[in-house]
C-alpha cells in the first residue's frame, strides 16, 4: 500500500475508485489521504466464407464487395443488440453471450489485419458496450455511476488516455508497447482525480490489449481478463498529453 499525505480536512471525502476505465485491470482506491493499490488494463474464432473457385479467381471484386456488405450486416446487428443495454450495465448473462458471438463473427471480417499500423486506430474513442464490471460499477447507484468512458489512442507516440465524464472525471494516461500488429502491453503512468489531481500509478497498474476489429467508425477489443470492449470513432484529430 502506498500512502499520499495531505492537510487534514474537515469532513473526510469519499474514497474514488479509479480504474484504469478501459481495460482489464483491476480498480485502484485513492482517496485524498492515500492510495490502496489493488492490481492492473483478445480471442476471435475463424468464419470461412465458401464461394467457388471460379468466383475467386475470375470475380475478386465481387467476393470483396460481397464480405464487405455482410461485415456491414453484422456490425449493425451488433450495434442494435447493444443499443439498449446501457454500455452493458443492463446486458443479461444470456444477451452478453449473444453480442460476443456477433462480435466474433464481425471479427472474423475485420478488415484491418494489422490495426497499430493503420491511421484508423488514432483519436479519442466512446465506449459504446462493454463486460468490464470494474467500468460498469453495477454495485453502485445509478448517480454515483460514470455516464460515458473514453478511451485515445495515438500510435506514433505509442502513449494512451482512458477518460471516464461526470461525477468524478477521472483520467489516467499510459505507454503501450506493441506485442505484435495487433495487440499492446500497457503500463499506466499517472491517474487524475477528478481530472486535476495527479497521482502515479502503481508499478503493478499494467495489463495487455487486443484490437481484434477496427474499420473507420467501429472498434472492437479484447482484453487480457477476456473482457470485451466496442468502441465508437468520436475524434480523429484528438492528441494523447506525452
Same mark, same amino acid.
Given at each position: 500500500?502506498?500512502?499520499?499525505?495531505?492537510?487534514?480536512?474537515?469532513?473526510?471525502?469519499?474514497?474514488?475508485?479509479?480504474?484504469?476505465?478501459?481495460?482489464?485491470?483491476?480498480?485502484?482506491?485513492?482517496?485524498?489521504?492515500?492510495?490502496?493499490?489493488?492490481?492492473?488494463?483478445? /480471442?476471435?474464432?475463424?468464419?470461412?466464407?465458401?464461394?467457388?473457385?471460379?468466383?475467386?479467381? #475470375?470475380?475478386?471484386?465481387? #467476393?470483396? +464487395?460481397?464480405?464487405?456488405?455482410?461485415?456491414?450486416?453484422?456490425?449493425?446487428?451488433?450495434?442494435?443488440?447493444?443499443?439498449?443495454?446501457?454500455? /452493458?450495465?443492463?446486458?443479461?448473462?444470456? !444477451?452478453?453471450?449473444?453480442?460476443?458471438?456477433?462480435?466474433?463473427?464481425? !471479427?472474423?471480417?475485420?478488415?484491418?489485419? !494489422?490495426?497499430?499500423?493503420?491511421?484508423?486506430?488514432? /483519436?479519442?474513442? !466512446?465506449?459504446?458496450?462493454?463486460?468490464?464490471?470494474?467500468?460498469?460499477?453495477?454495485?453502485?447507484?445509478?448517480?454515483?455511476?460514470?455516464?460515458?468512458?473514453?478511451?485515445?489512442?495515438?500510435?506514433?507516440?505509442?502513449?494512451?488516455?482512458?477518460?471516464?465524464?461526470?461525477?468524478?472525471?477521472?483520467?489516467?494516461?499510459?505507454?503501450?508497447?506493441?506485442?505484435?500488429?495487433?495487440?499492446?502491453?500497457?503500463?499506466?503512468?499517472?491517474?487524475?482525480?477528478? +481530472?486535476?489531481?495527479?497521482?502515479?500509478?502503481?508499478?503493478?497498474?499494467? +495489463?495487455?490489449?487486443?484490437?481484434?476489429?477496427?474499420?473507420?467508425?467501429?472498434?472492437?477489443?479484447?482484453?487480457?481478463? +477476456?473482457?470485451?470492449?466496442?468502441?465508437?470513432?468520436?475524434?480523429?484529430?484528438?492528441?494523447?498529453?506525452?
Amino acid at each position: 500500500m502506498t500512502t499520499i499525505s495531505t492537510p487534514a480536512l474537515s469532513s473526510p471525502p469519499p474514497t474514488v475508485r479509479l480504474r484504469p476505465i478501459i481495460s482489464d485491470s483491476k480498480p485502484v482506491n485513492l482517496s485524498y489521504t492515500h492510495l490502496s493499490q489493488h492490481g492492473s488494463l483478445a /480471442g476471435n474464432k475463424r468464419t470461412t466464407i465458401s464461394t467457388t473457385r471460379t468466383q475467386v479467381s #475470375f470475380f475478386p471484386a465481387f #467476393f470483396k +464487395g460481397s464480405t464487405k456488405k455482410n461485415a456491414d450486416d453484422i456490425k449493425q446487428e451488433l450495434l442494435d443488440a447493444i443499443g439498449p443495454l446501457d454500455r /452493458g450495465a443492463e446486458a443479461s448473462p444470456e !444477451e452478453q453471450e449473444r453480442i460476443d458471438q456477433i462480435a466474433r463473427r464481425l !471479427e472474423a471480417v475485420n478488415p484491418t489485419k !494489422e490495426p497499430l499500423k493503420s491511421g484508423l486506430l488514432d /483519436g479519442k474513442w !466512446e465506449l459504446i458496450y462493454t463486460t468490464s464490471e470494474s467500468i460498469l460499477q453495477r454495485q453502485r447507484p445509478k448517480l454515483l455511476r460514470s455516464r460515458t468512458n473514453y478511451q485515445a489512442i495515438n500510435v506514433d507516440t505509442l502513449r494512451a488516455q482512458n477518460m471516464e465524464s461526470w461525477p468524478f472525471f477521472n483520467q489516467v494516461t499510459a505507454d503501450m508497447k506493441p506485442l505484435n500488429s495487433r495487440q499492446v502491453a500497457v503500463k499506466f503512468d499517472y491517474f487524475k482525480i477528478l +481530472g486535476l489531481i495527479p497521482v502515479k500509478a502503481p508499478e503493478k497498474a499494467r +495489463g495487455e490489449l487486443e484490437i481484434t476489429y477496427l474499420d473507420e467508425d467501429l472498434r472492437v477489443s479484447r482484453g487480457d481478463k +477476456g473482457n470485451l470492449f466496442i468502441l465508437r470513432m468520436i475524434d480523429r484529430s484528438y492528441q494523447v498529453p506525452s
